[in-house]
């Protein structure tokens, strides 16, 4: 995976390159590194944990131990300044209890994603986990989803406002005419799933990268003016 970032970054015309889809397993501290040192790798790493708890992750079916994890995610903020970091949970997995979903809250909280989604559990006929015992309710399911995204929301809020008065690029994709702005994503975002920046300013090429001053942050959004 390095070798292939430093290639796809050498093609002409390319200037940002995203990882996605990036399981702790992959992890290496080679990898970690051409993240940091690599100008056209997007500081941006989108890391599927599904859950915290070791006891769902097994039932899951999926490798990894929380404690690795929490000192992987420590590790890379340490080594990545600035990096933003993207997680997805399933909630309501069979056999998820009350005391798993309080203690995924709270991993939430202590970890403090820059972005993050959350799936209820969807049960599929003739699969090993739709034969598990303890299947949790539709309701439950939803509420929880609920409540882990109202606490993303203030954890959002809060990690958009660090790019208050900093500069960024920002790739302009389209002009919204109604309310006469450009609309861009930074290296932060990834497309349709994340936020997006609102631009102001003089007239801008689509599908150029320009260098924007941010000056007010929402829960996902954020927005600014180009420097001249």
Known sequence: MPALLNKVSEVEGIEWVRLHYAYPGFFTDELIDVIANNPKVCKYIDMPLQHSEDRILKRMRRPGRQRDTRELIRKIRERIPGVSLRTSLIVGFPGETEEDFENLKAFIREVQFDRLGVFTYSQEEDTPASRLPDQVPDDVKEYRANVLMEIQREISNERNGRHIGQVIDVLIE?????????????????????GEVFVGGKRLQIGNIAKVRITHSFEFDLSGEVVA
């Open 174 to 194: 389209k002009y919204d005419g109604r309310n006469d702005v450009y609309v861009g994503r930074s290296q932060f975002d990834a497309p349709e799933i994340d």
